[in-house]
């Protein structure tokens, strides 16, 4: 499979900006499936001010991202 196929189908590492610890926002509420994943894949959540999210430290830019993701959900 290429890579540009493979990223989405069982991408590496997947960031989600816009990760919100308010569970009355969008980033909220996707986060948890993300989590879930975490044993295949790299999570990493972008929140503006770092905050913790779901037991999970966010980063507050892409350009902080421990690794590069293979997928941006915005």
Partial sequence: MNHERRAFRDPRA???????????????WYAPGLIA???RREVILVNER???????????SLQDAPVPPDLVVD
Avoid: E, F
């Avoid at 770092?50 to 507050?60: D, L, R």
């Fill in 37 to 39: 994943g975490r044993h």
């Fill in 14 to 28: 997947v960031a989600l900006v816009g990760a919100s610890a308010d569970p009355m926002k969008w980033g909220n």
């Fill in 50 to 60: 770092g905050v913790t999210i779901a037991g999970i430290a966010s980063v507050p």
